[in-house]
Nanobody, 119 residues
Framework: QVQLVESGGGLVQPGGSLRLSCAASGNIFSINAMGWYRQAPGKQRELVAISRSPSTTNYADFVKGRFTISRDNVKRTVYLQMNSLRPEDTAVYYC?????????????WGQGTQVTVSS
């Protein structure tokens, strides 16, 4: 079983920055994809950014140029640096990781962390 623990959310003013972290633990052999999703009230969960390898990343159009995803495979951690935050970025942010355990595959979600952008 693989557990993901997120940290770094909070309240920030428009134009500010936050850095989210998500660390994995458990019976992990390898991690392939690491990603961040978000869900605003009344909306569906949507992809924010995904890292399929340290050199392969994809971003949603609405965060390009403002958010940066990075990963540390040794620490089994994924980060999301969020700059130039806007009120419309307010949401619960979830990390997701997919990979292999010593007995099969896994796909796990973090518990979510609230990001609120408001003056």
């Amino acid at each position: 079983q693989v557990q993901l623990v997120e940290s770094g959310g909070g309240l920030v003013q428009p134009g500010g920055s936050l850095r989210l972290s998500c660390a994995a633990s458990g019976n992990i052999f390898s991690i392939n994809a690491m990603g961040w999703y978000r869900q605003a009230p009344g909306k569906q969960r949507e992809l924010v950014a995904i890292s399929r390898s340290p050199s392969t990343t994809n971003y949603a159009d609405f965060v390009k140029g403002r958010f940066t995803i990075s990963r540390d495979n040794v620490k089994r951690t994924v980060y999301l640096q969020m700059n130039s935050l806007r009120p419309e970025d307010t949401a619960v942010y979830y990390c997701n990781m997919r990979g292999n355990t010593y007995s099969g595959t896994f796909a796990s979600w973090g518990q979510g962390t609230q990001v609120t952008v408001s003056s």
